[in-house]
């Protein structure tokens, strides 16, 4: 359906929005959103521009009715929307909200006589039907009002221009963009309901612009009593209604039929189904609200809106600092996510994501939460304490102090976990508890240690034993030594620090680049500290023994 102004949905709000009031929001977060949301209805109404998402909208919304429920607040008038220009001969509802198997088992359990329809993702539309002959369509508007889009629907080949009989009449529906082999569950809202918004807000379109226009009507409401006399009519009428209104006894029914038409290609964008009753008051009695006899099965939200609480830098085994959102926790998918990477330090720069901002989070995958864009700027930008990228990197912070805990701490996580010297037990707890006690000082400390604190587990020193047993190529891995592919490589140390770059290229996958890192390594001060400390621990492969190894 069309937007509407902000004011609409508060009595929504008042019955489905599970307002949080713990901890009211101060009146300018109030005003800021409001003024946001404000803004994407003037360029989405006046322009036909969506300037963000359509769940992404929809968030923002209901977010802004919680906080007014919260605080009983009024939104301004200057955050109203506009009256339309033309009356509607019958109102059009709005349609309340549902998100979960619960709330929809709820409202069917007191209805019969239930049918459902896919919630066409579009721009509704009303058509008004004289002696037959269309004569006015009006876009929703605020519900008792719209635009006169007549002369741009008298073109669209798939709106019924004649009703077969002579009759008055009124039609609602929803105008949208033609989509072939659509998989909502796989392709999402692609825009359409932006794009056939920026369509009717023009004045000319093309003929292939308007081929491109469906139309579903999902209701006449001063038609026949009965569903099944509408739907019968209005297939003889040439309308395709009855291909998507089926009946429905149960939720077992509706969750199935809502399941199969997000899972299996349709010939437009959908966000959920509609389930109504057959019956349903007098047309002289509809409003421009939320009707009892219809509601909305929202499908789960691709993307989610989420305020960022923090903007924390951390530091990995290789001198990446990766920026990570801190968020106030949102639902997404039946997953409840509190914190997303904003992947690159460049990226975080160019986003310029900053604490009491409003961002778009997605699923990757289905299970990694990502970020896709910022919604909303805080204003003023906070300040941040920005680690300096230029001063990490995969040889820096071989030691816990000055700056350096998150890598040291990321290298013992690595060197413990299964990519290293996968010791069952033993993960990132372990060290940081180790660090904090000040047993470690260095990467290998504990290789030697009589005894280590029970705090940080009874059985440490236990878990920690196997490492001596693990192989000298496992020790290389464990210490971070750079990728080598398909490289040949010695069982011991000193043929490998004795390579030069030239050496390393006759290998194969490897580069100048990588040879200069693995050069590098080899030959770091620090990590010729370790070879010696694993050399003292009797570790196979690192004793220089220029006998036993001989030259290259």
Known sequence: MLRTGIIAGLCLAARLASA??????????????????????????????????????????????????CTAADSPPEYQLRAGKHAHPVPQTGLAKIHTQAEAADWIRHRTDLWIQPKVDGVAVTLEYRQGQLVRAISRGDGWQGEDWTPTVQRIPAVLQQWPQPADLVLQGELYWRLADHVQSRDGGVGARGRIAGLMNRQQLAAEELAGIGLFVWDWPDGPGSMVERLAQMTRAGLDTAQYTLPVSDLAEAQARRQHWFTQPLPFATDGVVIRQSQRPPATDWRAETPYWAIAWKYPPQQALAR????????????????????????????????????????????????????????????????????????????????????????????????CRQQFLARLAWLSSSKGLDLTGVGPGTWECLVDAGYLTGLLDWLDAATLPATCGSKLTTLLHPARERSFHQWLRALGMPPTGDAQLPDHWLALSNRTEQQWQTQP?????????????????????????????????????MASVGSE
């Open 308 to 403: 960022v609480r923090d903007v924390e830098f951390t530091i990995g085994r290789s001198g990446r600092v990766t920026p990570v959102l801190q968020l106030d926790p949102v639902e997404l998918d039946d997953r409840r996510i509190r914190r997303v990477s904003a992947g690159s330090l460049s990226r975080w720069r160019e986003l310029d994501v900053r604490p009491g901002d409003r961002v778009a989070i997605q699923l990757s995958g289905q299970t990694i939460p990502q970020l896709t864009e910022v919604i909303t700027r805080t204003t003023p930008r906070p300040a941040l304490n920005i680690p300096d990228q230029a001063r990490y990197h995969p040889l820096s912070c071989w030691l816990p102090g000055d700056g």
């Open 509 to 545: 996958g490897i580069g100048p680049h990588r040879a200069r890192q693995l050069v590098a390594f080899f030959n770091h001060p620090q990590v010729e500290l370790l070879r010696a400390g694993l050399a003292a621990a009797g570790v196979e492969g690192f004793v220089e023994e």
């Open 20 to 69: 949080d009031c713990a901890t009211p929001p101060a009146e300018s977060d109030i005003l800021e959103l409001a003024g946001q949301i404000q803004h994407w209805d003037q360029a989405y109404h006046e322009q036909g521009r969506s300037l963000v998402p359509d769940e992404i909208y929809d968030q923002a919304r209901q977010q802004l009715q919680r906080w007014q429920a």
